[in-house]
């Protein structure tokens, strides 16, 4: 007797061999035909006769499925395996001169015309640095990452290296520590340290858990102190690489992306040397 319906009789239950991996999520005909269930054409016919369901219920034509979905032909369970799609993660060093903006009435440098070009989406700043602050300055791929990295709520710690003309005296140490009433509210420095210098200038190491405009800055003018220079060396977990120079670009290596995303870890490729080579530093010339 024939096998009911069309395709071989294997494809009327799960298809044999290891599951087939897929990037979430996905329509339901394009995800059985590349699993080997049948041709998209042939799971259309089983959809329409009420042969494959999802989560229990009978399934329609164009419906996605992802992770979590448990899909049965002739209630017989197909083994399908989701792949995730792990977001882009770049880190740049700005050089002070640049601003974070793509558009400039007054025609300044962007950051963004230092990045390599996405195919698809761009690129979005985690946070931001005024035109003259310099360091670690990370973009994703993914806007919620983006919005992860950047929200209060999550009072990621950000830590800059600040120098001063002149040096703080305990006062004011224990004031911008404490507590200094700016004019969109309180702020002040989760920590404080005295990171020595020479002769008029004086370097400092602050980190705090929010991204206000020119917070740092206006903390220190707030106490009559003027900043010759502002750099940001950490934003989270993510230091600024050493070998990264100014005006310099480097992709986040996966793994890591996984560990600052909150994903499961990558599966090591077979075959795959153990230990990852060090991820290349790039310069991209600004785009005319």
């Known amino acids: 007797m024939k096998p009911e319906g069309p395709g071989p009789a294997r494809r009327q239950g799960a298809p044999r061999g290891a599951p087939a991996s897929f990037t979430e999520p996905e329509r339901l005909q394009k995800v059985l035909s590349q699993a080997g269930v049948a041709s998209r054409r042939e799971i259309e016919e089983l959809v329409v006769a009420g042969r494959i369901s999802v989560n229990g219920l009978p399934a329609t034509l164009g419906q996605k499925i992802g992770p979590g979905d448990r899909v049965k032909l002739n209630g017989k369970l ?16 700005k050089p002070e ?6 558009d400039d009435p007054e025609g300044r440098p962007t950051v963004f015309e230092r990045l390599p070009v996405l195919r ?7 946070g931001r640095l005024d035109f003259n602050t310099s360091g670690l300055l990370l973009f994703t791929s993914d806007g919620e990452l983006a919005n ?6 999550y009072e990621i710690d950000r830590q800059y290296a600040v120098r001063l003309l002149g040096e703080l005296t305990a006062e004011q140490a224990r004031a911008l520590t404490e507590g200094i009433a700016l004019e969109d509210g309180p702020a002040r420095f989760n920590t404080l340290l005295d990171a020595g210098g020479e002769g008029v200038n004086h370097w400092y190491q602050v980190t705090l858990s929010e991204g206000r405009n020119r917070e740092v800055r206006r903390m220190f003018e707030a106490l009559g102190l003027t900043v010759s220079r502002l750099m940001r060396v950490r934003y989270g977990p993510v230091e600024l690489p050493s070998r990264l120079k100014r005006g310099m670009w480097m992709e986040m290596p996966e793994a ?3 560990a600052l995303a909150g994903l499961p870890p990558p599966v090591p490729q077979q075959g795959a040397p153990g230990k990852a080579p060090a991820p290349k530093l790039r310069r991209t010339l600004p785009r005319a």
């Open 256 to 258: 890591e992306v996984c």
């Open 120 to 126: 698809k989406g761009r690129w979005l700043a985690v």
């Open 97 to 102: 001169g640049e601003i974070v903006s793509r």
């Open 78 to 93: 197909i083994p399908l395996r989701f792949v995730q799609r792990t977001p882009r993660v770049l880190i740049y060093h």
């Open 148 to 153: 992860r990295l950047m929200h209060p709520r």
